[in-house]
T-cell receptor, first 108, second 113 residues
Framework: AQRVTQPEKLLSVFKGAPVELKCNYS??????LFWYVQYSRQRLQLLLR??SRESIKGFTADLNKGETSFHLKKPFAQEEDSAMYYC??????????FGTGTRLQVFP | ETGVTQSPTHLIKTRGQQVTLRCSSQ?????VSWYQQALGQGPQFIFQ???????GRGNFPPRFSGLQFPNYSSELNVNALELDDSALYLC????????????FGEGSWLTVV
């Protein structure tokens, strides 16, 4: 079955602390993995994708095919990082399968 | 700022009624997908249209139907509305092909009472 699992509904950290949002996936084949972010009152937007191997807003994510994981990391959280984060995968079409999301709260 | 626009932004319907939601895709995009996002859940894929043809469908009943027009804009129609249809409906547009970014609209909030 094709599935994306985000085990944490809520992650709360203080500003400057490291952040790791977990994502595991199940897919028979070679999917493309994404992280999408939704800031308060804004639309869903792409944060990063595994094929680009970029660092966006200080966030990175490494695809671990052995553990079927794509965890999102940032060494020092900022208050403006507070948002909903969704992990998603795509197969051979532009169809996205999303996880249930993790709300990140960064306290001052 | 992306060019995907959706209308209406909010609407309330009664159980059993029908609803049409509209999406204008970003210029140059030929693929539109619709997602349903219930409260507290991630978006769930409803279906996708590519060059005016349905190109994949998620686990939604036939009362969810759609159209894509020659200008690549799209409609989502839901018949015989049920209370569980209350959700945020998201439209996403892209240029079909590996590596292309998918852009989302702000969504249409549907409440069924």
């Amino acid at each position: 079955a094709q599935r994306v699992t985000q085990p944490e509904k809520l992650l709360s950290v203080f500003k400057g602390a490291p952040v790791e949002l977990k994502c595991n996936y199940s897919y028979s084949g070679s999917p493309e993995l994404f992280w999408y972010v939704q800031y308060s009152r804004q639309r869903l937007q792409l944060l990063l994708r595994h094929i680009s191997r970029e660092s966006i807003k200080g966030f990175t994510a490494d695809l671990n095919k052995g553990e079927t994981s794509f965890h999102l990391k940032k060494p020092f959280a900022q208050e403006e990082d507070s948002a909903m984060y969704y992990c998603a995968l795509s197969g051979d079409t532009d169809k996205l399968i999303f996880g249930t999301g993790t709300r990140l709260q960064v306290f001052p | 700022e992306t060019g995907v626009t959706q209308s209406p932004t909010h609407l309330i319907k009664t159980r059993g009624q029908q609803v049409t939601l509209r999406c204008s895709s970003q210029s140059g995009h030929n693929t539109v997908s619709w997602y349903q996002q219930a409260l507290g859940q991630g978006p769930q894929f409803i279906f996708q249209y590519y060059r005016e043809e349905e190109n994949g469908r998620g686990n939604f009943p036939p009362r969810f139907s759609g159209l894509q027009f020659p200008n690549y804009s799209s409609e989502l129609n839901v018949n015989a509305l049920e209370l569980d249809d209350s959700a945020l409906y998201l439209c996403a547009s892209s240029l079909m092909g590996a590596g292309n970014t998918i852009y989302f609209g702000e969504g249409s909030w549907l409440t069924v009472v």
